[in-house]
Every structure is written in structure tokens, then in C-alpha cells.
């Protein structure tokens, strides 16, 4: 049986402007299939009932980087 994750559409209203629609993605979800933030998703429209959420690009991996090493003075 497919996971399920309901949540609820919520709007951003913002004075002189329409309302923004959004939606979060769930952390377990997320998690789930390794998205990360800065991923380019692309929503494609099946039908009135059905959306699906494609990866449009995966952001690349972040590393930590060290700038130079540490000179250590040996005695």
C-alpha cells in the first residue's frame, strides 16, 4: 500500500494582492525520497483530481568545505 501524507492547502494573503496558494511538503515525505531545499519541482496536471510532483532539476549535493588545514607545531 502506497504511503499517504494529507495536508491542507494555505493561502498567503498579502495587502493590494491575490491570495498565494502553497502547500508544505512533509518532513517524513521529504525525507522519504531525499528532497532536498532548492530542488526545482514541476507540478504536472493529470486530471481535476490528480496532480503530480516531478523533480524538474535536483539541486546539487552540499558539501562542507574546508579552507586551508591547520599547521599544527610539533615540539
Not at 494555505?10 to 494582492?17: D, L, N, P, S, V
Not at 549535493?61 to 599544527?72: D, E, I, M
Request: proline share 7%; no cysteine; hydrophobic share 35%.
Amino acid at each position: 500500500m502506497p504511503a499517504q501524507y494529507p495536508i491542507k492547502v494555505q493561502a498567503i494573503r498579502t495587502k493590494g494582492q491575490k491570495p498565494r496558494l502553497y502547500v508544505y511538503v512533509p518532513l517524513a515525505l521529504a525525507a522519504a525520497i531525499g528532497l532536498e531545499y532548492g530542488e526545482e519541482v514541476q507540478w504536472t496536471l493529470l486530471d481535476r483530481n490528480t496532480l503530480q510532483v516531478k523533480r524538474y532539476r535536483p539541486a546539487l549535493a552540499q558539501t562542507k568545505r574546508r579552507h586551508g588545514k591547520r599547521k599544527t607545531k610539533r615540539t
